[in-house]
């Protein structure tokens, strides 16, 4: 299946919320049609930004931001534990310089799993939560350089900025932030759309690497305070910050629905059956309805 081959499959037991990686599930690569292989192929977001695509956690990883300069690459994640070559790969298919740098947003292993080939030529960077995570779930890559708040990197003239801007997925979450460019790529704190297999994507609060669903909203609003007008997500199309306020707005009912139910004498037992998010467009599953049941109950 030509470079595409290197893409990696993601096996995940999903238990009480929590996703415990099991690497020997990333062996093999899956299967692409010639539809799904043209829309994983890198694609200029602007003058210098590009994307390699992805568009769910179990067959494409996540989106891979590149930022070309005069003297090196920057990249923002690595997709699996088998997706150097092809990253690599894409990235020499628009310039002939080195990735010197690699940001992690998060720790998962759809988009952090590429680390430990990266390291040998390059410096990869993460929150200290995400090294955490990575360490205590035995996954290969654990960076060498972390920061608590905030961190950038200058390469060519080009500033790339690293920010924590509290929890929600993880409470290892980094905002890639591209000031020059207006452009920002959130990692799963977004994201948008439909994977390769036309199911519908929706939020993952991974309450087992510190995950939260009630700091989600705040978290969002602290990206939405800074100047951008592009958004790479973790999955999904480029898209713009009005989507980023829709998602956000969306979390917030969700909140607020189960909150309400709460109210009204819900049980931990009944209340995904209480909660309808059809409207929103998300297929929430009911552990997942539960464990926001569990962090508002336990916030009381």
């Known amino acids: 299946m030509r470079t595409l081959q290197r893409l ?33 192929q ?27 300069t005069d003297a090196g690459v920057i990249i923002v994640d690595d997709k699996y534990l088998y997706s150097y070559d092809f990253i690599a790969a894409q990235v020499r298919s628009v310039t002939d310089q080195p990735i010197r740098y690699v940001l992690n ?8 799993g ?11 960077i993460a929150h200290k939560n995400a090294r955490a995570n990575i360490v205590r779930n035995d996954q290969t890559g ?32 980094a905002v890639i932030y591209f000031p020059d ?24 609060w991974d309450f087992g ?6 700091e989600w909203p705040a978290t969002l609003d602290k990206l939405l305070a800074l100047d951008f007008d592009t958004v790479i997500p973790g999955h999904g199309p480029i898209l713009t910050k ?3 306020r829709t998602f956000r707005r969306n979390l917030q009912t969700v909140l607020d629905r189960v909150q309400g139910q709460i109210e009204a004498g819900a049980t931990r037992d009944n209340i995904a059956s209480r909660i309808d998010t059809n409207d929103l467009g998300w297929p929430l599953a009911p552990v997942r309805l539960q464990d926001v049941y569990d962090e508002l109950t336990a916030a009381r």
């Open 114 to 124: 590429s680390n430990a080939d990266f390291m040998q030529n390059a410096e990869v």
């Open 8 to 40: 990696g499959s993601l096996t995940a037991v999903v238990m009480l919320g929590a996703v415990l990686v099991v690497v020997a599930g990333q062996r093999q690569p899956p299967t692409f049609t010639p539809e799904q292989e043209a829309r994983l």
């Open 242 to 244: 009005d989507e980023v």
């Open 142 to 173: 654990a960076p060498r350089v972390v920061f608590s708040d905030e961190t950038a990197v200058f390469l060519g003239g080009v500033e790339v900025q690293a920010r924590h801007v509290g929890r929600g997925h993880t409470n290892g979450d």
């Open 105 to 112: 947003t998060h720790h998962h292993f759809d988009h952090a």
């Open 42 to 68: 890198i694609r200029e977001v602007k003058d210098g930004l590009y994307v390699i695509p992805g568009f769910d956690g179990n067959m494409s990883g996540g989106n891979v931001a590149v930022r070309v």
């Open 181 to 204: 460019l207006g452009a920002v790529h959130t990692g799963d704190l977004f994201i948008w759309g439909q994977r390769l297999d036309g199911s519908t994507l929706a939020p993952f």
């Open 209 to 214: 690497n510190g995950g939260s669903a009630a």
